[in-house]
């Protein structure tokens, strides 16, 4: 396992304090705020540590406020309900005596039923016909030298996007986006951890699907670009350890709001998860 990712399995396991709050610290992702993905998963770890046997199927969360990467965040778990196929648990996550973020979960115990699926879209080529992300940054910050502190950013995970457009002016393209992605390095098998890291994931890149048809990039300053909400399902057992394709979307944008989609398929074409989310993407006032 890659020092990277060992520091944020460490992260992402937030520990109870005497109080029942759980607290955690910050990765550095370059920015002035605490990334969304990061809240989700933490607070993903908090509730489960207050379950029992049950695995995590579905989150839904808000975020209310910017957090500071600087201090840390509690985590209160709220032990809703507790029964025999389904639990829920309610996590407020506060900074500075303020609610930044609150997320509901739902837990439910393995058991066959009926099972389908829609067809699975049509696989790009494999993930060793792409360039990572840590690749496209650092070719990033050869063109513009301001941005090499971006390209310096470690990357827990081996990200390789297939229709990539570019970090600077970029050009219009259809709202959708495929991605290649896999832990940079060995995880446990644990499904708490595995599943943990995908809602860490699947933050990444689903806001910028909306930007696609619009030839702007999330890095030009006169852009503001913030996630309002953010969905998630399991529907089977996460294995980061091989490629999974996240497939995203933005079906609609207007109001100032964007609403994007995610899927995650393993190399069998199985739809491992989904995601949804809407963010706010407007142009800044001079």
Request: some cysteine.
């Amino acid at each position: 396992m890659t020092q990277i990712l060992e520091q944020l399995i460490k992260i992402l396991n937030v520990q109870a304090n005497k109080d029942g709050i759980y607290y955690g610290n910050s990765t550095s992702m370059g920015l002035p705020r605490v990334f969304g993905g990061q809240v989700i998963a933490q607070s993903l770890l908090a509730a489960t540590d207050t379950i029992d046997g049950l695995l995590p199927h579905s989150l839904h969360a808000y975020f209310l406020k910017i957090g500071d990467p600087n201090e840390p965040i509690g985590y209160e778990v709220d032990r809703i309900r507790d029964g025999r196929s389904f639990a829920t648990r309610r996590i407020v996550a506060r900074q500075h005596g303020e609610a930044i973020f609150n997320m509901s979960c739902s837990y439910h115990v393995q058991e066959p039923g009926v099972e389908h699926q829609l067809e699975t879209p049509v696989f790009p080529e494999g993930p060793e016909n792409f360039k990572s992300m840590a690749q496209h940054r650092n070719e990033l910050a050869e063109k513009i030298p301001q941005l090499a502190h971006f390209a310096k950013i470690p990357i827990p995970l081996d990200i390789r996007p297939v229709d990539f457009l570019g970090f600077i002016n970029p050009e219009t393209a259809p709202a959708t986006s495929m991605a290649w992605i896999k832990a940079d390095g060995i995880l446990p098998e644990d499904q708490i951890i595995q599943r943990g890291i995908l809602a860490y994931v699947s933050d990444m890149g689903l806001l910028g699907t909306a930007a696609r048809p619009h030839g702007v990039s999330f890095l030009d300053p006169s852009i503001m670009a913030a996630s309002l909400d953010h969905s998630m399902w399991f529907h089977h057992d996460v294995n980061l350890n091989d490629w999974l394709l996240y497939t995203t979307d933005s079906p609609i944008a207007g109001s100032a709001r964007a609403f994007t989609r995610g899927a995650f398929y393993d190399r069998t074409g199985k739809l491992v998860a989904s995601t949804a989310q809407e963010g706010l993407v407007r142009k800044k006032s001079r």
